[in-house]
């Protein structure tokens, strides 16, 4: 569960089927009370892909079911490094389900 950090972006595979895909922010307070924050690449195919472009929205809180895709090596999150030359880390989940919880304008629960 956390926030959308991107609105969704529509794409087409080879084969014609929509893949959609956009970040998840989920954070957590650790023993010190610092928050920190895991921020998941989510990856949709089929009408899924298309009702999430169509929906879904930066801010909305999100619970994303799936299969998560870590580093094939290290097990961890996948490294990479930004476009001002700092370092980051992200996991990829491959979602199955994706439930909206709220956006910024509403509260309603909705859930595809």
């Given at each position: 569960m956390g926030y959308v950090g991107n609105a969704p972006e529509l794409k087409f595979a080879a084969d014609g089927k929509p893949?959609?895909?956009?970040?998840?922010?989920s954070s957590k307070r650790?023993?010190?009370?610092?928050?920190?924050?895991?921020?998941?690449?989510?990856?949709?195919?089929?009408?899924l892909a298309e009702t999430i472009v169509e929906h879904l929205k930066k801010g909305a809180l999100v619970l994303v079911l799936g299969e998560l895709n870590s580093d094939?090596?290290?097990?961890?999150?996948?490294?990479?490094q930004k476009r001002d030359g700092s370092w980051a880390s992200s996991y990829e989940l491959y979602a199955q389900s994706v439930r909206f919880l709220s956006k910024k304008e509403e509260h309603d629960e909705i859930s595809y």
């Open positions: 893949v959609a895909t956009f970040s998840v922010a650790n023993k010190a009370g610092e928050d920190k924050t895991t921020w998941f690449r989510v990856i949709v195919y089929g009408v094939i090596d290290t097990g961890g999150p996948k490294v990479y």
